[in-house]
């Protein structure tokens, strides 16, 4: 066996889940009554981190979609979830967990022996499916789970076999999914569930008395039961050039793939219909950088099954990625006009590139109701999915709920009603009865870097009631009905834990409680009902010159470096927002009293070790005149005094004296009612993490490790590798650039490859490297990384473009060069950006970070902190020190960094009202796999745009 060390045991906490990677294997991690057990750490549903989940008993739920595995065994135990996990063998030795991956246990679906083979089949049984979608697939597995052995026929209009299609409007239009990824009955599953398929066929008649399927072929199907999940089409607009070139609609693959093929040459997008789907096309499109525009009729989003303050929520969010949102429009025609579209409205025309249409689903019913099925806006059924008709059931979109919910009878387009209901028909089917088991509906969708669920079912007459900040992360929303006051559904913004407390919020008889909830009702304008802005549009104070370019991110406007306003609401929204700042290494303040000065992007603060050995961060501005009471660089102090009037500070900025508090002879001092403790400096909230301290403004900001993503904190940890940091010194020197330029210049590998001759010369990042630029998934942080290579071995053709290579130029210290491979990592040279104010620097085995400090729209100061580790030898310093030659001010790499930062300063500055080209590795926004690419830079702008809300 191939036992390779994962962890010591005591950082695994009792009925817990812990993340671990394993020769680039994604491990989760549990501790059940003592013993230690290993799985797969993704779920096999779809893309998430198991360790993201929740652990009840010997389980494991996703927090994505709800998927529960057995941790034991990594058996599927529910939908959405049908593949096993991997489960890994695992002991503990020495305080150290160990796990063999080479010899994982075999997923449990991989053992289980063809269902078809239990027993004799009958001849007499036989079933046809109609429609080759999730619900047939649900009914197929839930048949032979339930040990059905009769004959299956599945037939379907598409040439595919059973997919889901919630991927179509998100990872398949960026590229990330296919059909493959999408398949939830795939060929293995077809042989060894025994079903024959009649694909790229339809049903077109269904003879009840004769129990006779005939398909569009002309083959005749003799039925026992026969179970119609025939789905819908997407509605189609009834107005001229509806079904124009160019004019999109979606449903199956082909679809996707063609809207795919669209927005990679789009530069203008009209999505008519604001639901669910036109918004999961604007947010794919957002990430492409493509200017999009949703036309919708209703007078707000989602009005038709939305409260507005809802409604208005999804408007905001759409806005706030520059998705321009109509309301209250008539589509009249679609015209072409040369090359583009034209889409006539009552809000005016509108050109595009290409246009998609959304506007709902058109349930295809006519087979049913030809059959003698009942028919009311859907087909009409039992709890058992029984239509009217004897041996004939429903399920999935076409179907209606077997009962009414909240007053109606319904159909509920879902993965999950399609699950649920194909299960409950392939069940009754098989001749089991069915147990009562209520389950709320459940939705999920995807958009702009959120995941979305929705549990239950609101009404548009709903009162809604807020918990969090709105539209962002951790937003949790509650619809009320206001008849009852009974809860309806929750609404939650990438809280899979909200979602999960709500299936038993819903199960209560009691009515709502919005104190004991801790939150706020909302009006239909996005408002607190006491009149507290919540959907803040602060852009609407701007003057229409901050106008984005129409091309969208491959556009950057010259105001968004030189402005003062917009300086101003970065300080705001960014550096004194929903960010961690860095302010200091841990090693700069080891003992208590030790205190240095630090900045939360232009704001000083304080960084100092308390008594009880906490670390504390606090504005450098005295409470009482706003003097900086701070003026030493750094030192050891018992307290702070403010020079101006004496007030003095503990170590964690408690207001502790004031001088003449009660006045002299009973006359002057402070007012009898103050209070010390209500008159402290303002402290910021803490973290830190392998030697490192950040600062927050927002006192309910995220863990430090979710912050940063999987993919940035695995780089960040590859340098604070737990060895604990010793400083070497510090330098700092200010630039006349915007801030901003600095992160560009780190997510610009395309730069490196021409502009700095000694990188290119000596091999450290030339193109034809093993390289990557890699982003986390917000866009905000990222990581130049790049393997060293022999630069003898490249091409002519690629020296001949890289014009800073210098043929022949030779060190005159070889030791300069000398890589000491001290770190788990595949790169020599890391350069990593952790926003709004960090840089890591590991430049071989030269380590430093760079703090940036803006002081206006046009200047910011880089403050540097070189450092190696304690267990250093003396070699390993003065090695450290002589490669730190290659960076700072005067370095042979920074100074050209620098010089290009000022001379765009120069340019914007000397020739305003322009913008920067970042169109380099087209279609692509975050992680690329060349040098030649500034997908990272559109990354970026694309979350700077959401954080500044504009």
Known sequence: MAWRKAIALEELKPNGVRSVEIDGKPVALYLLGGEVFATHGICTHALAFLADGFVDGDTIECPLHQGIFDIRSGKALCSPVTKDLETYAVKVADGEVFVDIDEG???????????????????????????????????????RANEFTGTIDLVGREEHLPYERPPLSKDVLLGKASIESCRHLPEADVVSLDVRTHLGRSVTRIDPAARIALLSDGTELQYDAILLATGGVPRRLSIAGADLPGVHYLRTIEDANSIRRSLEKAKRLVIVGGGFIGLELASAAATLGVATVVLEREGELMARVLPPPLGCTFRSLAERHNVSVLCDVEVQDIRLDGQHLVVTTSAGPFAADTVCIGVGLAVETELAAAAGCAVDGGIVVDAEQRTSVADIWAAGDCALHHSPVRGRSRRFESWHNAELQGAAAGQSIAGVPRSEDVQAPWFWTDQFGLNIQILGVSSPGDKVALTGRDGERGAVYRTIDPNTGRLTSVVAFSDPAAIRHARKELEGPGVFDIAKASAA?????????????????????????????????????????????????????????????????????????????????PTPVVVSRAEDGSINVFENRCAHRAAEFCRELSGNAKEFVCPYHQWSYDLKGNLAGVPFRRGVDGKGGMPRDFK???????????????????????????PLAEYLGPEILREFEATFDGRKPKVLGHYRHSLPGNWKLYHENLKDPYHATLLHTFLVTFGLLVAGNKSSMIADASGRHGVMASAKSDVSKLDNSTKKEMRA?????????????????????????????????????????????????????????????MFGFEGDDEEMTRHRLRQGNLMGPAGFLGLEDNEAIKFVQDGMLAVPDGEHVVELDPGVIGTADTLISEASIRAMYQHWRSAMEL
């Not at 269902?115 to 007499?124: D, I, K, Q, Y």
Request: hydrophobic share 35%; with cysteine.
């Open 521 to 601: 009702w909302l009006t239909s304008d996005g408002k607190e009902e006491n009149g507290q802005v919540v959907n803040e549009r602060s852009v609407a104070t701007m003057t229409n010159q901050y106008v984005w370019p129409s091309e969208g991110l491959t556009r950057v406007p010259d105001w968004v470096y030189t402005d003062d306003y917009i300086y101003r609401r970065e300080v705001e929204k960014i550096f004194h927002g929903r960010t961690w700042n860095y302010v200091a290494l841990e090693s700069e303040i080891p003992d208590v009293g030790d205190f240095i000065r630090s900045n939360v992007g």
């Open 105 to 143: 246990k075999k997923a449990a679906t991989e053992d289980r022996a063809p269902v078809g083979t239990l027993r004799e089949r009958p001849a007499s049984r036989a079933v046809v499916i109609v429609g080759a979608g999730q619900a047939a697939s649900a009914a197929i597995r839930s048949m």
């Open 676 to 702: 010390n403790a209500d008159h402290g400096l303002r402290q910021l909230k803490v973290t830190t993490h392998r030697g490192v301290v950040f600062a927050s403004y927002c006192n309910d900001m995220e």
């Open 805 to 865: 290579y210098k043929e022949g130029m030779k060190l005159e210290e070889p030791r300069f060069m000398d890589f000491i491979n001290e770190f788990d990592s595949p790169w020599s040279v890391t350069m990593t950006t952790i926003w709004p104010n960090l840089i890591v620097q590991r430049e071989m085995n030269t380590l430093g970070v760079r703090q940036i400090v803006p002081t206006g729209p046009n200047e910011f100061i880089m403050k540097w902190t």
